[in-house]
């Protein structure tokens, strides 16, 4: 029969590895690695830029719409990477060789989403198509009026 105290050890031991694996598996789903994209078109004002103290959220090419507090909705079944302007990209083997660009969302749910699952919530919405070129830069694109209503409707 084991004596108490190694059993007291093994359950800390057992413990201590459970809380490692834990913290580890948790540290990296909440820190999804942020996606960088080259575009095409250079502007000098950019999401994430920052003028008098306030965030840039939309710029040349972006859509902008009123959410009031509304949710936005996955077009298709997808994924959902941040970027380094505090916006998300979403991308789907539905529509290869497209991004859509969402800023201006609270909270937005990152990784694999369904379609009408809801990506975020927000205020307002600056939304933009991007188009992969040849040489592997993105372009701004005007988007279809069909992909903003599925966005912005639950199916």
Not at 72 to 90: H, I, Q
Request: with cysteine.
């Amino acid at each position: 029969m084991p004596d108490t105290a190694s059993m007291s050890a093994k359950g800390t031991l057992a413990g201590a590895l459970v809380v490692v694996l834990l913290t580890g598996c948790s540290s990296q789903a909440s820190n999804p690695p942020i996606v960088d994209i080259q575009l095409y078109q250079q502007w000098q004002l950019q999401p994430g830029d920052t003028i008098a103290g306030r965030s840039v959220t939309g710029g040349l090419g972006d859509i902008s719409i009123e959410l009031d507090g509304n949710a936005v909705y996955a077009p298709f079944d997808g994924k959902v990477d941040p970027t380094k302007a505090n916006c998300v990209l979403f991308s789907s083997p539905d529509v290869p060789g497209y991004l859509f660009r969402f800023c201006g969302l609270t909270a937005p749910k990152l990784g694999d989403v369904l379609q009408g699952d809801p990506i975020g919530t927000g205020n307002h919405l600056e939304f933009a198509a991007l188009r992969k070129q040849s040489d592997g830069r993105w372009a701004m694109v005007e988007p279809a009026k069909s992909i903003l209503e599925r966005t912005l409707r639950k199916p």
